[in-house]
């Protein structure tokens, strides 16, 4: 049932042009993943709950992208709406859903997330109807691809891969040296003790739920012009993050963007030797990793 | 641990081992008289629709049933329990499409294979936490899943298993016609309800239920937990591949809805609805879910969208269960009248 066509694979790997291509596209997916997948492993290391309805913010950056896109004509003022929009959604969701479901068990939080996996997707469908929806590319970046050693290299992805990279940089410097970094990781380790200190946990537990939605949205706001739009667009995204997330290890971002550069570079290999099984690929990878270190690549505590 | 707290656990944990025996006669004949109701129901009422919407219930009632199995009484949230729902179906199917064995044989052999599946799948996921089980058995329903979708030549993709399914008659029972068809989904449920209901209240019924409470403790005291948390994993694939069974003998077909994780989503949602603190709590739940369900979907396309506002009601407004609801609020005005 394996449909293999190695041939394709090692011929690939055998030409520059070639692994440069596939190389990209493997950055490109592995970095939109990354940004989903950061904030699902920041929401659950620091509020302890798996959200599952993260995927729907990375839809709604898509289409606050696209939306705002096709208003103001402007390429930064979508990525900018793609972002704010889904951080206020976060925050909303959080204060106004999540919060009164931390006490519960999981069973709650899932059901939860999942009544809300299902009201976004009709809500979406109910604004932007149930087709195939694309922004298309902004003209600034409608311009002859580069060349490097032979493969094609758009413009655009170049952008996104920084974007994502410089998101990165900022999230993690920004957690180690600042001092709400400082807090939110206090939070993290002992709420408890944070709130006795005169701290409000409520906010920092709300900003930390907006700045996970807001990656997501910023991921679907980069996806927009290369990627299709339709509503349930998160939910794939979602199973790949949380693989993601589970090979890197939970709260782990280092992890994270480990996790997500491996899986990219699957998916984008894969597809040249396994057209059919390249999510299998996937799992099977999962898998292993689980088998062998059941707290994934990078995660400290005892799963 | 202390010793004090210890002995208290030790008295909470109520088993009825003399009553073992009237007990399962009990049951036998809860059993029996449920079936012969369910079996009579057509004289009564011939309506089709009816009759469609018990086999639905029967479908559905195994596969949220069991899983109740892990979610209530072991602990274990699965959120890809659907993906046994789904492999009975095209299991199923496939045998009958491609074999030609009678109808019982195909049965049989869909569950061993939903057995070693879920041995394999079992082995991997029970070993690990809530949250991690819960998103590595999604994981794997979206294997099932997308296999089921790009394995065209075997399964049909996206199409699902077209054609119809034969049902040559077996033992006198022709699954053709409408109403036996009716009589065995009806048996299969009765059966399956009877023997997830001994397993509940064997002695490894408590164990889950000690596990669920404190694996530490569990294993302290010499129990396996990683192979009691296997066992009532792989048991539960079966009932629910049951399920699956009926689902494709009823539309005549399978579908890659049936492996999607909407369908463990809705086991989920199944049990919150119905309650996982009794043991029919998820076939109220199922009850519950198909009428609300139908009714939706008659009414607007935004299915979902209603739907959604039900859980939440349910989860954040209610916080418990409709059956957990109700015993409660009985136990209560009884209380209220002892005074």
């Known amino acids: ?303 | 641990m202390s010793e004090l707290q210890a002995d208290q656990g030790a008295q909470a944990l109520d088993v009825p081992q003399p009553h073992a025996k009237t007990r399962r006669n009990r049951d036998v004949l809860i059993a029996l008289a449920a079936f012969v109701v369910l079996a009579l129901l057509p004289m009564v009422f011939s309506s089709k629709f009816l009759l469609d919407f018990v086999i639905r219930c029967a479908a559905y009632g195994l596969f949220a049933t069991s899983l109740n199995l892990l979610v209530g009484y072991t602990g274990l949230t699965s959120f890809g329990h659907g993906m046994f729902f789904g492999l009975g179906a095209y299991g199923f199917g496939l045998m009958m499409q491609k074999t030609g064995v009678s109808v019982p044989v195909a049965f049989v052999a869909t569950l061993a294979i939903t057995f070693v599946t879920a041995l394999v799948i079992g082995a991997i996921c029970v070993r690990l936490k809530e949250i991690y089980f819960a998103f590595v058995t999604l994981a794997f329903q979206m294997l099932i899943h997308s296999t089921i979708l790009s394995w065209v030549s075997l399964t049909g993709g996206d199409q699902g298993l077209r054609g119809g399914i034969p049902r040559p008659p077996f033992w006198g029972i022709d699954l053709s016609n409408h109403l036996h068809l009716y009589v065995t989904s009806c048996a299969l449920l009765v059966i399956g309800l009877f023997l997830m209901h001994q397993i509940a209240q064997s002695p490894f019924g408590y164990t889950l239920r000690m596990i669920r409470d404190n694996a530490t403790r569990a294993s302290f005291i010499g129990i396996d937990v990683w192979r009691a948390k296997l066992t009532i994993f792989v048991l539960a694939a079966l009932f629910a591949s049951t399920g699956g069974v009926i689902m494709a003998l009823f539309v005549s077909g399978a579908y890659p809805e049936f492996a999607y994780w909407t369908i463990s989503g809705e086991g989920i949602f199944i049990n919150m609805l119905g309650g996982v603190t009794t043991f029919l709590g998820p076939m109220v739940g199922t009850v519950l879910l198909l009428i609300l369900n139908d009714t939706v979907t008659r009414l607007t396309e935004y299915h979902g969208l209603v739907l959604g506002i039900v859980i939440l009601f349910f989860a954040i407004g209610l916080r418990k269960g409709l059956m957990d609801f109700v015993i409660e609020w009985y136990a209560q005005r009884r209380d209220a009248r002892g005074k």
């Open chain 1, 1 to 303: 049932m394996l449909p293999l066509d190695l041939d394709a694979l090692t011929g690939c790997l055998a030409s520059s042009a070639c692994l440069v291509t596939q190389t990209t596209s493997g950055f490109i997916i592995g970095m939109l993943l990354f940004l989903v997948a950061v904030g699902l492993t920041l929401i659950f290391g620091v509020l302890k709950v798996v959200n599952f309805s993260h995927g729907a913010f990375y839809m709604f950056g898509a289409y606050f992208a696209m939306t705002a896109y096709q208003l103001t004509g402007s390429f930064a003022l979508a990525m900018l709406c793609g972002a704010a929009g889904t951080a206020i959604l976060g925050l909303v969701f959080e204060r106004g859903f999540m919060s009164r479901v931390y006490g519960a068990d999981v069973l709650m939080q899932l059901l939860v997330c999942y009544a809300f996996v299902l009201i976004f997707d009709d809500v979406v469908r109910m604004i932007w109807g149930p087709e195939f929806k694309s922004m298309g590319m902004p003209a600034a970046f409608q311009v002859a691809p580069l060349f490097i050693a032979g493969g094609v290299v758009p413009p655009y992805y170049l952008l996104l891969i920084s974007v994502a990279l410089a998101a990165a940089a900022v999230l993690g410097l920004g957690l180690a040296r600042t001092r709400i970094g400082k807090v939110i990781r206090a939070a993290a380790h002992n709420p408890g003790m944070v709130s006795a200190l005169g701290i409000n946990t409520g906010l920092i537990y709300g900003g930390v739920f907006a700045l996970g939605g807001m990656l997501a949205g910023l991921a679907g706001a980069l996806a927009a012009p290369v990627r299709s739009l339709t509503p349930g667009m998160g939910f794939s995204v979602l199973i790949e993050s949380f693989i993601v997330t589970v090979i890197g290890g939970m709260g782990s971002i280092l992890g994270a963007l480990i996790g997500a550069l491996l899986i990219g570079m699957i998916r984008s290999f894969g597809s040249l030797g396994f057209p059919l099984f390249t999510e299998g690929l996937m799992y099977l990878f999962m898998v292993i990793v689980l088998v062998s270190r059941p707290t994934g690549l990078f995660g400290k505590e005892v799963a």
